[in-house]
């Protein structure tokens, strides 16, 4: 079966950095593909170096088979991308961005404008078209994007974090959105966040990318498995000791014991049946429970579990300091 | 076409900044105004202090001419000040242009005819109004003799007698090629490359560089759009400024259309170079410093205002290399001669010999990659 991506052995160096390091991984046709990490990653790096617009240092990427380096033009005409930035022209109407967008793939104007008319419908701006997208919310404007990135019916869908800065209900209507389209055409959706919920709900396989390199790769259910567990209570004791833990660990049903701090956390395979058990321990230990709460294992763990809970000292832009911040950044490495 | 696509998204763009087209009329044509209205003016009213130390015949004499010019042309006022120091300390603080000084065997020379002398002083940190007080005073001094000035003119004499080829053109209607070419500048630098740095300053140039479109349709769809724009700026600002000085096109149909292939073939060439300069730019500030050099280097050397003829060698070899000067030239040729394509043969060979240049370069420079 043929691969919608294809990437193999794929580096990326900036001076300072390695932004991707040798990163291998293939996406299905079909369905909606998530890449998570943290700031700083190396997500949005990965993503230019898939659509044509950065060069990998070394590696191979093919997208339907056509290399990202030697076929650009082929690459470009089977996928479409929403950027991460807001990247539609205020300027002009969602109409007029969509039909200047259509012709950019030298579309002609009856298919352009039937696709149009569809697309707008969708995504639920038909009766907003003819306004100037100035006018537009973000939700609305992220939404003309995602039309906008489908107006050629591309055979890959590029969203570079779709619901960044968007309230709860516009990341409903996106969602709605992504399955609506996802159930509708064959299309394959590469989706990177780090909202992690997007992800568990979107998405049939995920990788988890830190530090320029893939640390899990599997379907979000999985993901949740490899790391033991599916419920977690979290304890904070009246007293905790090294004995304390050695006791929680050897006790059968207790799949995993993190401690932090004056809490602990307890992976099981099922909370309710595991309560009384641990409840009925803590007596015979004689330590009180001062706060306890149960939560399903989520998408958000395994990503921790993974990648940590450090906060990433993300590269410092670079800039010229003779004529600061608007100097052209085009030189490798100046822009991560 | 794709190419036309880009153009396409350009001009619509444009259209949506109404304030924008107006001003790009507005600006050049208030400079014209403003322009023609601070050099042409005549000197008038210049303070000029006389001392006469004489008091003979011939001082009365020099004394009425000078009245005579202050009745008449209004190019001096004269005050009869008695204090030689005085009238020097004058001219100093600035009170007085200059100061004329009778001395006091004048009249005694003038009779017998042993070399009589004048003195004027003049204050020479304001050049063009010391050199006006030089001419006036230089030009009646022969007549300080002669009681009369004869009707008739000596017929053994050669008489020099200017004669003006085209009808008679002011300064501010001479300016008009200038404010052309002052619009058309404008024009390219805020459409064509200006407009892909407001994209990248946006972040919005990432859209259209994932899509099918070459380095080739990007600079060719941004250039059109901008040498269209400019095109319809500078012809209105051509009417704007037919109608404030009251000139008029001295040539015919052929003219024109000579005029407006140049006006949108200079624009061209001014495009394709800011684009190979501003090619790479992401931040409108640069565009400003950017623009406000080139501005003044092409401008003022162009002969828009003031003759190429009078600027230093230095000046006038990089003069024969900037297109404005050429553009000038060839609009003043059409506009004011009404000439034709012969006339503006070579600034057409220069100004399309520069543009192919120029817009080869623009889109080798040019980086697609983000």
């Known amino acids: 079966m043929a691969y919608a991506v294809e990437v193999k052995n794929i580096i990326k160096k900036f001076p300072s950095v390695v932004a991707v390091n040798d990163v291998t991984f293939t996406v299905d046709e079909g369905g909606i593909f998530g890449l998570l990490g943290p700031n700083g990653a190396g997500k949005t790096t990965l993503i230019r170096i898939l659509t044509c617009l950065m060069k990998p240092t070394s590696g191979e990427a093919k997208i339907r088979g056509f290399d990202v380096v030697k076929h650009p033009a082929r690459v470009r005409r089977n996928i479409g991308v929403v950027s991460q930035a807001m990247t539609s022209d205020l300027d002009l109407t969602a109409w007029e961005n969509l039909d200047i967008y259509g012709k950019y793939f030298d579309m002609p104007r009856k298919e352009r404008h039937e696709t149009m008319e569809y697309l707008l419908e969708t995504v639920g701006l038909k009766d907003r078209a003819r306004d100037l997208v100035a006018t537009y919310s973000g939700g609305m404007r992220r939404r003309l994007e995602i039309a906008r990135g489908l107006i050629?019916?591309?055979?890959?869908?590029?969203?570079?974090?779709?619901?960044?800065?968007?309230?709860?209900?516009?990341?409903?209507?996106?969602w709605e959105l992504l399955r609506k389209i996802r159930s509708e055409t064959k299309l394959t959706v590469f989706l990177t966040t780090h909202y992690m919920e997007e992800a568990d709900k979107l998405c049939e396989r995920v990788a988890i990318i830190d530090y320029g390199k893939i640390v899990a790769l599997d379907s979000p259910v999985e993901l949740k498995r490899s790391i033991g567990g599916f419920d977690i209570i979290e304890l904070s004791l009246s007293e905790l000791s090294p004995a304390i833990m050695e006791r929680l660990r050897s006790m059968k049903f207790i799949k995993n014991v993190t401690e932090k701090e004056s809490s602990v956390r307890i992976y099981v395979e099922d909370a309710a049946k595991a309560m009384p058990a641990l409840i009925e321990e803590f007596k015979r230990l004689n330590i009180a429970i001062l706060n306890l709460a149960v939560h399903e294992q989520s998408l958000e763990d395994v990503f921790i579990h993974y990648t940590g809970k450090s906060i990433r000292e993300e590269e410092a832009q670079k800039f010229n300091p003779f004529v600061g911040p608007g100097l052209p950044r085009q030189m490798p490495g100046m822009r991560v | 076409m794709r190419a036309l696509a880009v153009t396409e998204r350009d001009l619509r763009r444009f259209s949506r900044n109404p304030v924008l087209m107006i001003a790009s009329v507005f600006l050049p044509l208030v400079y014209l105004i403003i322009i023609g209205n601070s050099f042409q003016g005549e000197l008038k009213h210049l303070p000029l202090a006389v001392v006469d130390q004489d008091s003979g015949p011939y001082s009365r004499r020099v004394i009425e001419l000078l009245q005579a010019m202050q009745e008449g042309s209004r190019t001096i006022d004269i005050t009869m000040l008695s204090d030689q120091k005085q009238a020097f300390k004058l001219v100093k603080d600035g009170f007085y242009k200059g100061v004329l000084i009778i001395p006091p065997k004048f009249s005694e020379d003038t009779i017998k005819n042993v070399n009589p002398q004048i003195g004027l002083f003049v204050d020479n940190t304001d050049s063009i109004s010391a050199n006006g007080i030089v001419n006036i005073i230089s030009r009646s001094m022969p007549y300080v003799k002669t009681e009369y000035v004869s009707v008739r003119a000596d017929r053994a004499k050669a008489q020099f007698r200017p004669v003006e080829l085209?009808?008679?053109?002011?300064?501010?209607?001479?300016?008009?090629?200038?404010?052309?070419?002052m619009a058309i500048f404008m024009g390219t630098t805020f459409t064509g490359a200006f407009s892909l740095v407001m994209d990248k300053f946006l972040g919005i140039h990432e859209s259209y560089l994932s899509t099918p479109l070459t380095k080739m349709d990007i600079v060719i769809g941004t250039i059109i759009s901008g040498v269209l724009i400019t095109t319809i700026m500078s012809f209105l600002v051509l009417l704007g400024g037919l109608?404030?000085?009251?000139?008029?096109?001295?040539?015919?149909?052929?003219?024109?259309?000579?005029?407006?292939?140049?006006?949108?073939?200079?624009?061209?060439?001014?495009?394709?170079?800011?684009?190979?300069?501003?090619?790479?730019?992401?931040?409108?500030?640069?565009?400003?410093?950017?623009?406000?050099?080139?501005?003044?280097?092409?401008?003022?050397?162009?002969?828009?205002?003031?003759?190429?003829?009078?600027?230093?060698?230095?000046?006038?070899?990089?003069?024969?290399?900037?297109?404005?000067?050429?553009?000038?030239?060839?609009?003043?040729?059409?506009?004011?001669?009404?000439?034709?394509?012969?006339?503006?043969?070579?600034?057409?060979?220069?100004?399309?010999?520069?543009?192919?240049?120029?817009?080869?370069?623009?889109?080798?420079?040019?980086?697609?990659?983000?």
Not at chain 2, 166 to 173: H, L, R, S
Not at chain 2, 249 to 276: D, K, N, P, Q
């Open chain 1, 152 to 174: 050629h019916k591309p055979y890959l869908l590029f969203l570079d974090e779709p619901t960044i800065g968007l309230d709860p209900q516009s990341r409903l209507v996106i």
């Open chain 2, 166 to 181: 085209f009808k008679k053109i002011d300064y501010d209607a001479s300016l008009v090629p200038g404010a052309i070419v």
């Open chain 2, 243 to 370: 109608f404030i000085t009251g000139l008029k096109l001295a040539g015919g149909v052929s003219s024109f259309l000579l005029l407006i292939f140049t006006i949108s073939l200079t624009a061209l060439g001014l495009l394709s170079m800011i684009f190979i300069i501003l090619g790479r730019a992401d931040h409108p500030r640069i565009v400003g410093v950017v623009i406000g050099f080139l501005n003044v280097i092409f401008y003022f050397p162009s002969g828009a205002v003031y003759p190429v003829e009078s600027l230093p060698g230095w000046l006038r070899a990089f003069s024969a290399v900037n297109p404005e000067r050429y553009a000038v030239h060839a609009m003043k040729a059409l506009i004011l001669k009404g000439s034709g394509a012969a006339a503006i043969q070579n600034d057409i060979i220069f100004l399309a010999v520069f543009t192919a240049i120029m817009l080869f370069f623009a889109t080798i420079t040019f980086k697609r990659t983000m």
